[in-house]
């Protein structure tokens, strides 16, 4: 993998995650952001996949939508997880 391909997977998984925590709310930061992006991608990718759906769009956008999708999903689990482990307290 070359820089151009790791700068590229950072900057989407940043717009990924940030986009997801504004829409979900709550947030983990710059490096938590990227990290739910980059997550949210593979986990959309997945998704995207086995409902047959296929990418809406081509290139880039297409790509962060899918992460933004996948990460938004994330964050919801998450959330239920604390909610759950919280409680239990």
Partial sequence: MGLETLVLWLFI?????????????????????????????????WLFRAMGVGAPGSGIVSTIIVAFVGAVVLLLILRAIHRTTYRRV
């Fill in 13 to 45: 998984g940043l717009i990924a995650g940030w986009l997801a925590s504004a829409v979900v709310g709550g947030g983990y930061g710059l490096v938590g952001d990227i990290v739910v992006g980059i997550v949210g991608a593979f986990l959309g990718g």
